[in-house]
Every structure is written in structure tokens, then in C-alpha cells.
């Protein structure tokens, strides 16, 4: 079940990536030189979206890794997965959120594809797989159980 759970991830990601270099190939198509404003925000969003690839890598490692040890995941390392799957597309909205919001609204047509991309991220984001409240509060709730279960 984990490995179909995360299979949402890719997408999510994909889909970030793809709204920023939209972004960065309509900064390059304009006819000034973009503000410092502008490059502050997209450099902002490749940081974003470069940890949550490096999330993503560790989130099929763990998988990998317990598939080819043909061993279960632990309660407490599902949660994890969860957690981090939850919080890896938060950063993907967030990184295009900046995006979107540095464009024009004259821009914000059903034909311009960073909206395209940002309008299909809302929809994956809102996916049960990668909800935020839930992940959060299962993993801290574990956390401070497993806590609580070491001191005793």
C-alpha cells in the first residue's frame, strides 16, 4: 500500500517542475530584464523544489529498501511516509504559489499553461494521499507516543 500511496509524488512533483520552467521561460521572454524581486522569487522556488526532489529520492529509498529486504514497514515509518509526502507537496504549491502570484492576473486564463500546471498541482494537492492536517498530526502523534513509550 505504501508504494501506490507515493505513487502521487511524482506527478505532484513533475508538475511543480514543469510550472517552473514555464515560469523562468516567460522571464526570459520578456523584453526587460526581470527584477530583482522576480529572480529572488524564482531562486526561492528551485531551492523548494530541489529539496523536495531530494525528498522524493528518500522517499523511494525507503521503499526500495524494505521491498528488497522483503521486510514491512513499521507503524511508525508508514506515518513518516506519509508525513513527508504531505509535507514534500506543500512545498511543490508553495514553490509555484510564488510563481503564480509574480504573474499578472491578465495572465490567469485557462490557455496560459503555468496556470494550467498550477490549477492541476491544487487538484493533486488536495489528493487524501498527501493531506496535510491528517499527515501531520498522525506522525506527531506517533512521535510523542514513541516518546512517551521510551521513558517507560
Known sequence: MPFI????????????????????????RGTTVPCAIALERAAHSRAQLTAAGALFDSLVDRLHASGQA??????????????????LTHQCV???????????????TTENPLHRH?????????HRDVHWDSAMLASATS??????????
Request: some cysteine; proline content about 1%; charged content about 25%.
Open 5 to 28: 500511496t507515493t505513487s502521487i509524488i511524482g506527478p505532484i512533483l513533475g508538475c511543480a517542475e514543469g510550472a517552473y520552467e514555464l515560469h523562468l521561460q516567460a522571464l526570459a
Open 94 to 108: 508553495e514553490a509555484v504559489r510564488r510563481l503564480v502570484e509574480h504573474s499578472s492576473a491578465s495572465l490567469m
Open 143 to 152: 512521535e510523542l507516543n514513541h516518546c512517551l513509550n521510551a521513558r517507560h
Open 70 to 87: 522483503k521486510r514491512a514497514l513499521t507503524e511508525r515509518q508508514l506515518l513518516a511516509l506519509k508525513r513527508d509526502r504531505s509535507y
Open 118 to 126: 498550477w490549477r492541476d498541482l491544487q487538484t493533486m494537492a488536495a
